[in-house]
Each structure stands twice: as structure tokens, then as C-alpha cells.
């Protein structure tokens, strides 16, 4: 009897997870190694756009998202006054998407995520590194700070026929895998996320353009409101009196609901990270017997809301080109060929939409605003063609559509039935 091919994915994030779930529906056993004690991501919230609807729609989680999530149709981008420089709707973006977005805790998520995989998929508290990625003749190794486990070559060593590095933006596997490459470099400024209480004023999802920064505020489906902001700032810096005096400083005079939200936050709920993209992309996403998905292939500013969005397609696309018994280095060649170009094509968009949004000069402000107003007059659907490439992504596998515009998937998650917690 053919022994079931074996795949390690080397981190537990949303893209990482994806991967694993996909391969794991294909035939393949996975064990999913992840360095924290715990899958508990930080206190912030993940807009699943379109194109992810529908790549988590072919593991049969599209629906189950879905009614987790917030919808956000109604909303658009204003300026530091509240002035509203474009209005969207639901019904423009099902016309020019095919769906809409939703937004919803990062924990929901991964816990959905985890719950369509056997229990005993995951591996938490575990440090792994790639100790050789192997060939078309030899497996790839896998190291790490556990015992010994079955299959291993050494000390905590594992063996695989495939290994997925979704070791993040720091990844070690891509470091691993293209020594000479220059890695992530820092965007030119810092974002802000905190997950509160929605405030007594009802307000609709916005994005807010000032100068030199970005606030976003976003409702949670449980009543809680995520919010974002990011402004130029040297690399490295910390507010010396807290990240909520920060903030106080930056966008206490911008309009509602944006003061009550910092009101709202307690220094405790506030993550503080510069913002670093891989500027200079990896000549392929593949070498011997690994892949890499998510930032650490193609690690992009958050500008377009994309990071996660293509991390999910990662996987989905990976588990479709590597059927278990088929040619692995012809399906992670075809891995390589469909995803860089477009990838590649999202991160620097993503790198150019962030120098427009953070804008210091008055005048140059003024001029955006008032092209951004003009084009959303034009046509209430101009401003979201430009996002359309994007969003209108579909999966290479065979839909499994009940009629939506997404493409949502009838069929149930396979895996341990687990019903996640909104969190």
C-alpha cells in the first residue's frame, strides 16, 4: 500500500493554516508546526475581500466566514474633517466585484481555520527551521526543539515530502531557501490596531486620508470595532508617555468617531508595529521540496488590505498544483508561475498606494483629495474599477457555487466539525 505523502507547514498563521487545510482536503497528511504556546493572534481585525471569499469557499469555509463576519458594502474614504471623499454601497461592489467585503476578528478566523483540521494536525510550543530542503530524490528535513517524533533522522528532526514556510515576514525558511536576498525593508511608517467597544454614535466603515497618515475604522459583527491607523515616523521609535498619548496627539482632532475610539482604547490595546514589505521580490516561490506562502514569500504594505487576502489564495493554489502522487517539482514550478506575477504586481501597488496615502504637502493633499472627489462623481463605481483586478480573483480549482455572487460553497468543512468561537 503507497504510503500517504507527508507535509510540514513550518507557522500557524492565517496562511500557513490555509495551506495546510488545503493540502490536507487534497490527500496529503500535514502537521502544522507553530513556535507560540498558543494560537491566540494579536488584538486585531482581517477584511477577507472577494477573492479570499472565494479561495476559502473551495475548502468549504466561505459560508461559515461569511456569517461570522461583518458586512462592509456601505462606507468609503473621507478626509481629516469627515468630509466624505467617496461613497460605496453594497450593491457597487457585488456589480463590480462580485461581492463584498467583510471584516472579522483575526481570532475568529484562525479559529475556524484550525477547527476544519484534525486535532492532531497542530504542533504548538514548537521552534522549527529548515535543516535541508531536499530534492526531486530526497526528502526534505525538517528540525526542531521537540523529542523525537516519528519518521526523524535525529534529535526532533522530521522528514517530508513537502515543507511550507509561512514563517512570516522574518521568515527563516525563505532565508533558508535564497540566502542572498535582501529581505524586508521598513515602508516609511508605523501602524497603530486596537479592537473596543463600539461607541454610542452609529457610524458606517471609513477610511480616513490626512496628512501624513491613515485612520480606519471598522464594526465587528459581536459589537466591537476594529480600528487602524498608520503615520510617517522614523523606524524603531516608541512613544516615550504610551502608544494612546501617541494616537491623542495624532487624530484627537479628527472627526468622529475617531476621538472616542482612542477614548475607548486602553494602553494595554494597542499594537505598535512598523510597517516592512519585501521590496525586492524572490526570483521564485519554490526551491527542492518547499514552498513558501503568505509574508514570506511576498510580504506588502497593508495599504490595500491584500496581506492575508493572498496568503489565503496561497494556499489554496498550492494544495491545487500538488496533488498527492503527482510530478512535485512540476506542480511547485506551476505554484511559482501563478502566483509571483500577480503577487509581485499587488505588492507594489500596495507600495505606491501607501506613499499616496501618506502625503505630507499641503498642496499635493489638496490635489488628491480633489481627484479622488471628482473620479467618485465621475461614476459611483470608478474608484472600486480600480480595485477590480484584484477583487474578482478566482480559484483555479472547480467552484463549488450555491448561486452567489461569491461563489459560496454548499458543501460542509471537512475536518473535525468544530464550531469556532467568535472572539
Not at 122 to 130: N, S
Amino acid at each position: 500500500m503507497k504510503q500517504q505523502p507527508h507535509a510540514v507547514v513550518i507557522g500557524g498563521g492565517i496562511g500557513g493554516l490555509t495551506a495546510a487545510i488545503g493540502l490536507y482536503e487534497s490527500g496529503w497528511s500535514v502537521t502544522v508546526l507553530e513556535r507560540a504556546a498558543s494560537l491566540e493572534p494579536v488584538g486585531a481585525g482581517i477584511g477577507l475581500a472577494p477573492n479570499s471569499q472565494r479561495a476559502l469557499d473551495v475548502l468549504g469555509l466561505g459560508d461559515r466566514v461569511r456569517a461570522l463576519a461583518s458586512w462592509q458594502g456601505q462606507g468609503g474614504m473621507r478626509a481629516r474633517n469627515g468630509r466624505w471623499l467617496v461613497r460605496t454601497s453594497a450593491a457597487e461592489a457585488e456589480r463590480t466585484y462580485g461581492g463584498t467585503l467583510v471584516m472579522l476578528h483575526r481570532a475568529t478566523l484562525v479559529d475556524l481555520l484550525v477547527s476544519a483540521l484534525p486535532d492532531e494536525a497542530l504542533r504548538t510550543g514548537t521552534r522549527a527551521w529548515l535543516r535541508d530542503p531536499g530534492s526531486a530524490d530526497r526528502r526534505a528535513v525538517v528540525a526542531t526543539d521537540a523529542p523525537d517524533t516519528t519518521g526523524a533522522t535525529g534529535k526532533g528532526d522530521i522528514e517530508a515530502d513537502l515543507v511550507v514556510g509561512a514563517d512570516g515576514i522574518n521568515s527563516a525558511v525563505r532565508t533558508a531557501l535564497f540566502p542572498t536576498h535582501p529581505g524586508p525593508v521598513y515602508a516609511g511608517f508605523t501602524a497603530w490596531r486596537f479592537v473596543v467597544p463600539t461607541p454610542v454614535r452609529p457610524f458606517v466603515p471609513h477610511e480616513t486620508w490626512g496628512r501624513g497618515g491613515v485612520w480606519g475604522t471598522h464594526p465587528l459583527k459581536d459589537g466591537r470595532v476594529y480600528a487602524y491607523a498608520t503615520a510617517r515616523l522614523p523606524e524603531g521609535g516608541r512613544a516615550p508617555d504610551g502608544e494612546k498619548a501617541e494616537l491623542r496627539r495624532r487624530f484627537a482632532d479628527w472627526h468622529d468617531p475617531i476621538p472616542a475610539l482612542i477614548d475607548a482604547a486602553g494602553p494595554e490595546d494597542i499594537l505598535r508595529n512598523d510597517v516592512r514589505y519585501l521590496a525586492t521580490p524572490l526570483a521564485a516561490y519554490h526551491r527542492g521540496r518547499v514552498a513558501l506562502v503568505g509574508d514570506a514569500a511576498h510580504a506588502m504594505t497593508p495599504s490595500l488590505g491584500q496581506g492575508g487576502n493572498q496568503a489565503i489564495e496561497d494556499g489554496v493554489v498550492l494544495a491545487h498544483h500538488l496533488a498527492p502522487g503527482g510530478d512535485l517539482a512540476a506542480g511547485l514550478a506551476a505554484y511559482s508561475a501563478a502566483r509571483l506575477p500577480r503577487t509581485t504586481e499587488i505588492v507594489g501597488r500596495a507600495a505606491r498606494a501607501s506613499r499616496l496615502t501618506h502625503l505630507t504637502s499641503t498642496p499635493l493633499i489638496a490635489v488628491r483629495d480633489a481627484l479622488i472627489s471628482t473620479a467618485a462623481r465621475l461614476g459611483p463605481d470608478l474608484i472600486l474599477r480600480g480595485f477590480a483586478s484584484i477583487a474578482d480573483w478566482r480559484p483555479p480549482q472547480a467552484p463549488y457555487a450555491a448561486g452567489t455572487a461569491t461563489g459560496t460553497s454548499a458543501r460542509p468543512a471537512r475536518g473535525t466539525g468544530r464550531e469556532p468561537a467568535q472572539r
